[in-house]
């Protein structure tokens, strides 16, 4: 049957259509940061496990392993998320009820106007604004400091590095999609020319692996994390991508001699010593002796976790059959 157009109906129908996708957004809002949450308590949960299940994997499978492994929570989330608009495929797992007249298999019911659902949707939009606010707070201070070390530093013709006017000896990679390697004059002084050179091809290494990119998506995956857990993932990810880099440019340059020499240098010139204590001091000279150990064996060791492999897959796969109905109980159960 067709109908013909009319301002009136237009009039109406558009607010409505407008309201009905609004409660659809934040509905499914809700839902996701429910989601979120719970994955990331349980991948926190099971962490201390993860972290003992490959201990012989190389650097390089271990830091994709960590990095997969915090990001799991907002991947399951969003297939979680999914799968609740798709009750036909979650229904048989869900405790028979009825809604009504409604008792077959359906999509969770929110009570929004509830105090318990109004209370979720606003906490839920707080994060979400909370959260943007802070990415894009962080974003324009990566672009100022980026600037600036482009003001203060130079670059000439078949350079990949820029030279920056410091009498600290420092080299970092900086950016998130256009990274750009900064070596200070302070290092280039303080180095032997191969040392130098053996800098330059680890944090190439970070550049070509992307690991500023990666390192952003981890912070914000991780952000419903318990502080210490969190701690715990970070200072993992960081010593096994400081690793792999190392790996990275002891290959190219065939010896891990001159890096296990620069980094012994550049860490007896910068002692470390936290305000809270020793602990950081420790930590980071453990990491340091551990990056020197691997360098003087560089025989691979394992490439391939299956344990770590495994437990990433089955943690992630019964979250994706098990959550989506917590959350449908969970959310029917707090709002209706």
């Given at each position: 049957m067709s109908r013909r157009w009319c301002p009136a109906l237009w009039t109406i129908s558009i607010p409505r259509a407008m309201t009905d996708l609004l409660i659809y957004l934040l509905e499914n809002l809700v839902a996701a940061v429910i989601l979120v949450a719970l994955a990331s308590l349980l991948a926190a949960l099971f962490y201390p496990l993860f972290?003992?299940?490959?201990p012989a994997v190389g650097?390089?499978?271990?830091?994709?392993?960590?990095?997969?492994?915090?990001?799991?929570?907002?991947?399951v989330a969003t297939v979680?998320?999914?799968l609740l608009q798709l009750p036909a495929v979650t229904g048989g797992l869900i405790p028979g009820h009825c809604h009504g007249s409604t008792c077959g298999a359906?999509?969770?019911?929110?009570?929004?106007?509830?105090?318990?659902?109004?209370?979720?949707?606003?906490?839920?939009?707080?994060?979400?604004?909370?959260?943007l606010g802070l990415i894009q707070r962080n974003q324009q201070r990566a672009?100022?400091?980026?600037?600036?070390?482009?003001?203060?530093?130079?670059?000439e013709p078949g350079r990949f590095w820029r030279l920056v006017d410091s009498d600290e000896a420092g080299a970092w990679c900086a950016g998130y999609l256009r990274p750009q390697i900064f070596v200070t004059r302070g290092l280039m002084a303080a180095l032997?020319?191969?040392?130098?050179?053996?800098?330059?091809?680890h944090e190439w290494a970070h550049l070509q692996r992307r690991d500023n990119l990666r390192t952003l998506l981890l912070q914000w995956a991780s952000a419903l994390w318990p502080a210490s857990v969190k701690r715990m993932l970070w200072q993992d990810l960081q010593l096994a991508t400081e690793q792999a880099c190392d790996l990275a440019a002891a290959r190219q340059a065939g010896t891990g001699a001159q890096l296990i020499a620069a980094v012994e240098r550049l860490a007896a010139s910068r002692p470390c010593t936290p305000p809270a204590g020793e602990t950081g001091h420790h930590t980071q000279s453990a990491a340091i002796?551990?990056?020197?150990?691997?360098?003087?064996?560089?025989?691979?060791?394992t490439a391939f976790a299956t344990e770590s492999w495994l437990m990433i897959s089955a943690l992630g796969a019964g979250q994706i059959i098990a959550l989506p109905v917590v959350a449908h109980i969970a959310i029917e159960w707090l709002t209706l």
């Open positions: 972290r003992r299940a490959s650097a390089e499978g271990r830091a994709l392993l960590i990095w997969l492994y915090g990001l799991s929570p907002a991947l979680s998320v999914l359906h999509t969770p019911q929110f009570g929004l106007a509830s105090p318990a659902g109004t209370s979720l949707m606003l906490l839920s939009l707080t994060l979400v604004a909370v959260g672009r100022r400091r980026l600037y600036a070390m482009q003001l203060l530093s130079k670059s032997a020319p191969e040392q130098v050179q053996a800098v330059l091809l002796a551990q990056r020197v150990r691997q360098l003087q064996f560089l025989a691979p060791p």
